[in-house]
């Protein structure tokens, strides 16, 4: 079956009947009596490959091209660290900890994690060029950003307190 536009009794065809079929027609045009269609997708719908905790921040960037612009170029050119709690090491009853998971922080996890970190730099670094090159929204490549953030390892997301 086919479903046509109209309302009512006449909305579903059956495929059998070719004739009723709609003719092939561009799905938008810029011509001067033609109808141009533009898309913007709602925060909600760039949400799936954004963290939870940034599709807020998404949201405003979009509606704030001068927000958009420093989160992006912020994002783009921070490095990701993780959360130390000091608490026990300075209190003297433990090591350092990472906050996100109470692990204690060693000589060895510093350097993985530092070596996560550089990694996802350069690639932010990277994608900021390359896109801003493309004349791309400073939003949309906020939306890049984030969303290549939440595409690292689940240790790495873990321990910068991004969850898994």
Do not use: C, W
């Amino acid at each position: 079956m086919t479903v046509s536009g109209m309302r009512g009794t006449g909305g579903v065809d059956p495929a059998a009947r070719k004739d009723r079929l709609p003719s092939a027609r561009p799905a938008s045009s810029s011509g001067a009596n033609g109808i141009e269609d533009r898309v913007t997708l709602s925060s909600a719908a760039r949400a799936p490959q954004i963290p939870e905790k940034f599709r807020g921040m998404s949201g405003q960037a979009h509606a704030d091209p001068k927000l958009a612009e420093e989160l992006a170029y912020n994002y783009a050119h921070s490095e990701q660290s993780p959360l130390i709690d000091l608490s026990d090491l300075e209190a003297g009853t433990g090591p350092a900890k990472y906050a996100a998971t109470g692990e204690p922080v060693t000589a060895e996890s510093e350097l993985r994690y530092k070596e996560m970190s550089a990694s996802l730099l350069t690639a932010s670094a990277s994608l900021y060029s390359k896109e801003k090159a493309n004349g791309t929204a400073d939003a949309d490549i906020l939306d890049k950003l984030l969303s290549m953030l939440g595409s690292q390892s689940d240790e790495f997301r873990t321990i910068i307190d991004l969850g898994t």
